[in-house]
């Protein structure tokens, strides 16, 4: 396969994502908050295809960050910097999605496509010592396998708002349907993005791994799905909102606050268990917020830090703010995978 450099790739892929990336609303009032001004960690090179779709953090303080390019970035919030760990072969329109540190220590990565061909919906494997990468799954190439969290046993579940389903991949990369559902499917009527509906995005564990928290991005909906139970598991949603209409990735805290990242508003919002919505941060420096990481360095548990995926400021011609941000939590994130 032909390797393609960053600002290559971003071109590849631009046709398909400049239309589907302009906002199909203009920003909705938001509720009451106090809301911060995050702090810019280290700022990326568009023109590079510097442009992270995701972020996670692993056990000794690192941060981990996808880019449309296929780069794997890892960055040292201590001093600012980061470097490029491995990058991704992807097929030619594709971009990486979520990215997690396994429990075995790899990095895993999602990657997409706008277009079923090339097939570009697979799960990699990346060695963060090596820079290793190995296929692990594939999915339908009419999805958008996106974000993903691990389970106990190994396995993985990851979302798809092309398909409104999550997918389950076991241990040797076996890749099932684990959960489809109507509340999971974008909203043709008035998407956030145009061109294109999002359905179930974002997910995240609670605190003992009994419920499964995943966003829906077109609807600004936040539900939960409790786990461990006989037979399909039911879905609550706990909020759906304007105010949280574009909502991308999610964190949970350990006071089990959902963070919320309001991608097309440039907003940070919050939602307690009663589904109260609260605005933490909205507007510059924030550029299309899209993933979240609480550190797990000595010091850095109560500080989020925050992907701005800027892509739809590069896209338009606007100048994009891509990089990693961080704002004050009042309490720590749950860990992570």
Known sequence: MTKVGGAQRVASIAAGLSAVLSVGANALAAPPGKPEQPTVVVSFNPALGQLPESITSDPNGNLYASNVSGAIQKIDPQTGTFET????????????????????GLIYVMSSSFSPSPAGAFMWRVSPCTGAVEQFASFDPNGFPNDLVFQDDGSIIVTDPFLAQLWKVDTTGNVSVFLADPLFAGDPTAPAFSVHTFGVDGIAWDHNKRNLFVSTLDFGRVMSIPMGGQGKPPINIIVEDPALKGVDGIAVDRRGTIWCAVNTQDRI??????????????????DGPSSFAFGTGQGEKQTLYIANFAIGSFLSGQTAHPGILSIPAPVPGLPLP
Do not use: C, E, N
């Open 269 to 286: 919002a919050t939602v307690d268990k009663g589904g109260a919505i609260s605005v933490i941060a909205q507007g510059a420096p924030l």
């Open 85 to 104: 760990v491995a990058t991704v072969p992807l097929p030619t329109g594709a971009q990486t999605t979520g990215i997690k540190v396994g429990p075995d």
